[in-house]
Nanobody, 121 residues
Framework: QAQLVESGGDLVQPGGSLRLSCAFSGFTLDTTAIAWYRQAPGKERERVSCMSENYGTIYYADSVKGRFAFTRDNAKNTVYLQMNNLKPEDTGVYYC??????????????WGQGTQVTVSS
C-alpha cells in the first residue's frame, strides 16, 4: 500500500524559510511522479512543484519559482520542499502526492495527510 507522510509545517514570519518533508513508501520514483500541492483557505488546491517519473524534470508554479526548491534523498525515500522568502500568500495546507504523469496534470492516486504552513507576522 502506497503511503506518503508530510511534516515540517509551522508558523513563520514573512521572509522566513521552512523545509517540508514527504516520506513515502510502497512505490518508487523510477516509475512514479511525485508532487507538492497546497490549498489556501477558500481557494482551490494548486500544484506547487512536481518531479516527473524516473527522477526527471522538476517543475515549479510561477508563484514560487526562484523561492522554492524540490529535492530528494533516495536513501531515505523522502522528498523535500525547501521554501525561502516566504510570503503571506504561501499560507495553506501543503500536500505531497504520487501518481502517473502528474506533471502534465493528471490526478494523483495517493495523497498525504497534509501539513499546515502559516506565514504571518
Amino acid at each position: 500500500q502506497a503511503q506518503l507522510v508530510e511534516s515540517g509545517g509551522d508558523l513563520v514570519q514573512p521572509g522566513g524559510s521552512l523545509r517540508l518533508s514527504c516520506a513515502f513508501s510502497g512505490f518508487t520514483l523510477d516509475t512514479t511522479a511525485i508532487a507538492w500541492y497546497r490549498q489556501a483557505p477558500g481557494k482551490e488546491r494548486e500544484r506547487v512543484s512536481c518531479m516527473s517519473e524516473n527522477y526527471g524534470t522538476i517543475y515549479y508554479a510561477d508563484s514560487v519559482k526562484g523561492r522554492f526548491a524540490f529535492t530528494r534523498d533516495n536513501a531515505k525515500n523522502t522528498v523535500y520542499l525547501q521554501m525561502n522568502n516566504l510570503k503571506p500568500e504561501d499560507t495553506g495546507v501543503y500536500y505531497c502526492a504520487a501518481g502517473d504523469y502528474l506533471c502534465i496534470g493528471t490526478t494523483p492516486w495517493r495523497w498525504g495527510q497534509g501539513t499546515q504552513v502559516t506565514v504571518s507576522s
